[in-house]
């Protein structure tokens, strides 16, 4: 009998605890998970950010080129579309979490994907009739347009369920519970957005290239091969991943939403009908100034006879509260998601007036510019972890070198310098634009190189890396361990409003400076326009913005679990 429990032990020794393989069997740590199956997943992801890149970034010039939409109109169309791109995976990590899973969400988004770029190549090959558009009744043919925008959505909906799966399940291939393999899952998201910021950059450079030099339909029709080779990877390394084992508990959505119905229905009684159970079992945590005590009264119970009634935990209270706090944080990082999308709008168009030629023949695609906020990303990286996070370590003795509001307020910052820069080289463009006498010609090309973009384009990069990864970290840091996939999907919705916020704000400028029958700040023909202003008014809206997100840092509270 000894022996037998001695045989046996190494093999359960090597268990994964809470993890299975594809076939529902306990999985065997050195057969599954780790980096075997990372890899696969980190490919899996490159290559969904080169073809979701190989779309959007160039998304302005098709809108504007082959359907004839006016700049303000292509610019709200775009904003629309990044943010309902952006707003998704909320949808998307809820439906992984409650229903589906990771691994099969991941399974349909990938085909919803394909089918949706597929369907988008296919628009651009419908020949113009002259049917009514969107924007211009002259310009293309309404079903063009509307199986075009129809796909697009697609895309937007595949990527809903997909970006929010990847990198959990990722991150799933990894033991938290093993010293080495926690030490693994950290790299892990390093290479993750090593990855990510690869893919997109190959995928700006290459698609934005195909697309304005040979055509749009093989523009969309690489990235639509380019996700059938990568669901076939991802297939691939079925056998070696391990999923996580389904328990009977409640939802930690239904075990937070059970305290707001609680605490509304108990809004009559006070604070000193607490059950006493869980007046037995401990305090609440004081979380000043924002402890929402009003939550407290999810912890009444009405009859202490009936033990059929159930009363919410101080522990549930605690994650309902943990929610809440991360409100203002998220509605103060908004202008910067509202300056970060003119990158891939106002950013790319002003780009496509200037002189964009490399010797004699070479004309780069001004979509792909873009590609050095990944670039400046992928140097940057490497830069904060090595050098930046061990010079402030010795100053501030915290482990990250700077907390995680701070380095998003660090990102803040620069994002708001990164808006005066461009509005200074775009007033230089408008003064080159009249010193040659090509303000009236909207095609004219401003003897001006688009080199003069580099420097707001790589501010933008460095805000990336100081506030998108540590929204990232922050949200995933502070959800309930049950919410973490929800919490990243929650830190791509501030991106997601952050474009409909800038696509409104070009639309009330576009009227209000433009009702007297001029050309306003935003106009078709750029030369005409103010794009400037415009630049500086979004930098005013970041400074007040970011006064509020330092009140509101300051008194943040950093939620932690409670030890069970």
């Not at 209270?317 to 998220?330: M, S, T």
Request: net charge negative; charged share 15%.
């Amino acid at each position: 009998m000894d022996d037998d429990v001695t045989a046996t032990s190494p093999l359960l020794n090597n268990l994964v605890d809470g993890a299975v393989d594809y076939k529902g069997r306990p999985v065997l740590r050195s057969k599954s998970g780790r980096w075997r199956s990372a890899y696969f997943i980190i490919g899996v992801e490159v290559a969904e950010r080169f073809a979701y890149y190989g779309v959007d970034s160039n998304l302005i010039m098709y809108l504007t080129g082959p359907l004839g939409q006016s700049t303000a109109t292509a610019a709200e169309n775009v904003n629309t579309w990044s943010g309902t791109a952006s707003l998704l995976p909320l949808v998307g990590a809820f439906v992984a979490d409650t229903f589906l899973g990771r691994y099969w969400t991941i399974i349909i988004a990938s085909f919803l994907y394909i089918l949706a770029l597929a369907l988008l190549a296919f628009s651009t090959l419908i020949p113009s009739d002259g049917e009514n558009t969107i924007d211009d009744p002259s310009c293309s043919p309404k079903i063009q347009v509307i199986i075009f925008f129809i796909s697009l959505y697609l895309v937007a909906f595949a990527q809903g369920g997909h970006k929010p799966c990847v990198q959990a399940f990722g991150a799933d291939q990894f033991d938290a519970h093993d010293p080495e393999e926690l030490k693994s899952k950290s790299s892990f998201f390093n290479w993750w957005y090593f990855g990510l910021c690869g893919g997109s950059t190959v995928g700006i450079f290459v698609v934005s290239y195909i697309q304005e030099n040979l055509s749009w339909g093989l523009g969309f029709g690489v990235p639509c091969i380019v996700m059938g080779f990568a669901l076939i990877i991802f297939l691939i390394g079925t056998t070696s991943y391990r999923f996580q084992e389904k328990t009977h508990e409640r939802s930690a959505l239904i075990r937070i939403g059970n305290v707001f119905v609680k605490a509304v229905r108990n809004w009559r009684s006070s604070y000193s009908a607490v059950s006493p159970q869980n007046q037995a079992c401990g305090t609440l945590s004081p979380q000043d100034p924002h402890n929402f005590r009003f939550l407290n009264k999810a912890l009444v119970s009405h009859n202490e006879s009936n033990r059929d009634e159930t009363v919410c935990g101080i522990d549930e209270v605690e994650e309902a509260k943990a929610v809440l706090r991360l409100v203002p944080i998220w509605v103060s990082c908004l202008a910067y998601a509202a300056v970060l999308s003119q990158t891939s709008t106002l950013f790319t168009k002003l780009g496509a007036t200037m002189d964009r030629s490399i010797g004699s023949t070479f004309q780069v695609p001004a979509a792909s510019l873009q590609s050095f906020l990944s670039l400046s990303v992928v140097i940057l990286i490497p830069i904060y972890d090595t050098i930046l996070v061990p010079v402030t370590r010795t100053v501030t003795n915290i482990p990250s070198g700077i907390t995680m509001l701070q380095r998003i307020g660090t990102g803040i910052f620069i994002s708001i310098v990164s808006m005066v820069v461009a509005a200074i080289v775009e007033s230089k463009r408008l003064n080159a634009a009249r010193e040659y006498g090509l303000v009236d010609d909207p095609s004219a090309v401003i003897p001006m190189k688009i080199w003069w973009l580099l420097p707001q384009y790589f501010l933008a990069g460095a805000s990336e890396v100081f506030t998108v990864v540590g929204m990232q970290e922050f949200f995933y840091d502070q959800m309930p361990s049950d919410l973490k996939s929800v919490g990243l999907a929650l830190s791509l919705s501030i991106m997601g409003i952050g474009s409909f916020l800038s696509g409104f704000l070009i639309a009330i400028v576009g009227k209000t400076t433009g009702e007297d029958g001029g050309d306003g700040w935003i106009s078709d023909n750029l030369n005409c326009g103010q794009v400037d202003y415009f630049y500086y008014l979004l930098a005013a809206i970041s400074v007040g913005s970011f006064a509020i997100y330092i009140y509101v840092a300051k008194s943040y509270v950093y939620y932690q679990s409670r030890a069970l």
